[in-house]
Every structure is written in C-alpha cells, then in structure tokens.
C-alpha cells in the first residue's frame, strides 16, 4: 500500500479552517467539499489517459482524454457525504454509491446499516471518501464490502488520518492506495483524533 500526504498551501489553509472550533457549519461544510475537490485532482494524477484528435475552429488539435475505466465514489455515511459535491465538481460523469456504517460508541466496532454500489463496480477505479481514518474500523470494513461485491482497483481518500488508522489499512488491505492532508499525533482515549477536527460528521450536518 502507498499513502500519499498531500502537501499543498490550499489544502493546509483550509484544514486550519476546519480544525478551528468556533469555525460554523456552513464554512466547515464549504471548506470539506473544497478540500475534497483539491484532494479528488492530486489523487486522479495517475489515472490512465488516451490520445485523440480535437477539431478547434481552427484545426486538430492532439488532446487527451482519460481512458479506460470509469470511476465509482463511495461515501461512508454519513460525514463521506460531505466529500461528495467536491469530488463530482470534477468528475461529474462518475456514479455514486454508498456505504453506511457508525462506530457504536460503546465497542467502537462499525455497524453496517446500508450498501448499494454501482452495478458494474468491478470494472470501476472505485474513490472511497470518509474525512476522517481514526482506528480505521469503518474504513476497513468499507473496503471490505466493495471487495465482496467485486471492486478490485480502489482508492481511499480521508482529510485527516490517525497512525493507527493508517497501519490498519496497511495490515488489512495493503492493495488500497491511501491520499490523506494530513496524518495527525494520535487517537485519544475515545478514539478521536488528536489535534483533529472533532466529530466531522456532527460538524458537516451541525447536529451538535
Ligand atoms: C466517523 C468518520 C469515520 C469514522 C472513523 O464516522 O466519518 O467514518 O468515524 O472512525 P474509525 O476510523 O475509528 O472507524 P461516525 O462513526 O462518527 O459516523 P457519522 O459519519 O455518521 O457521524
Ligand atoms: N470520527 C470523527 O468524526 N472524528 C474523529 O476524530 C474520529 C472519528
């Protein structure tokens, strides 16, 4: 596995957004969808592209256009909604699916409550998005389903990643490539990443 900390002036300006708390849930929800959008450009760098020909007004022009397989978004519910609008800004075409999954807070296992994903998922480049990677329980779990419903080519994308998270997903699907903005200290003793940014789908939705 390979996981990729996007360094960037942008993306760092808008996590000290939603790091700050007294940051409201209209600029939190904006700058999530922003950093989703920022992160959605470096993670497709690799996609593969074909050639073909244009014609401008002009003339031909040579131009490239991306080739081959076509990409499914999965969310974990609910804060991976929040990564949906600014992932699809750049890739309007692609289908979406969802996973829902809570960490009972007691265990802090994840509960699956719901999966429906594209129908031909397996021959998809599948964009998993959840802002938050802590244990790496939900994460986990998620790739798992889209690995039994036959997803094969998929890449994880959070906005803040714990360590602990991180070597999860390394143990546990090592074939995933991770992009994250930044990988924090550590969990504290509920499992909240620390510094972090509180709970994120509390914060996108303003249920607390
Ligand atoms: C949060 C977050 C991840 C999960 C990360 O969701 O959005 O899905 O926790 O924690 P983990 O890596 O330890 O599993 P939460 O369970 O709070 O649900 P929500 O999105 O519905 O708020
Ligand atoms: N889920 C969140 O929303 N935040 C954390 O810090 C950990 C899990």
């Known amino acids: 596995m390979s996981v990729h900390v996007l360094n960037h002036p942008l993306l760092e300006h808008k996590l000290s957004v939603l790091r700050d708390k007294n940051t409201g849930t209209r600029d939190f929800r904006a700058a999530v969808s922003e950093i989703a959008m920022l992160m959605c450009y470096e993670a497709t760098r690799d996609l593969p592209t074909k050639d073909v020909k244009v014609e401008t007004p002009l003339a031909i022009a040579d131009c490239k256009q991306i080739a081959g397989k076509k990409i499914a978004l999965v969310p974990i519910l609910r804060a991976g909604l929040g990564m949906v609008d600014g992932v699809l800004a750049m890739i309007p075409a692609a289908k979406v699916g969802h996973i829902g999954l809570y960490r009972d807070p007691e265990t802090l296992n994840p509960v699956e409550y719901y999966c429906k994903l594209p129908a031909d998922i397996e021959e998809r480049v599948i ?25 094969k080519n998929i890449i994880m994308m959070n906005i803040i990643a714990a360590p602990e998270g991180i070597a999860r997903l390394e143990k546990e699907h090592p074939d995933v490539e991770i992009y994250v903005a ?27």
């Open 127 to 151: 964009m998993v998005v959840d802002p938050m990677l802590a244990t790496g329980g939900s994460a986990s779990a998620a790739l798992q389903f889209i690995k039994d419903r036959g997803g």
């Open 182 to 208: 930044a990988v924090d200290e550590k969990l504290n003793d509920h499992c909240y990443i620390l510094p972090g940014l509180g709970d994120a789908g509390d914060r996108i939705f303003g249920t607390k």
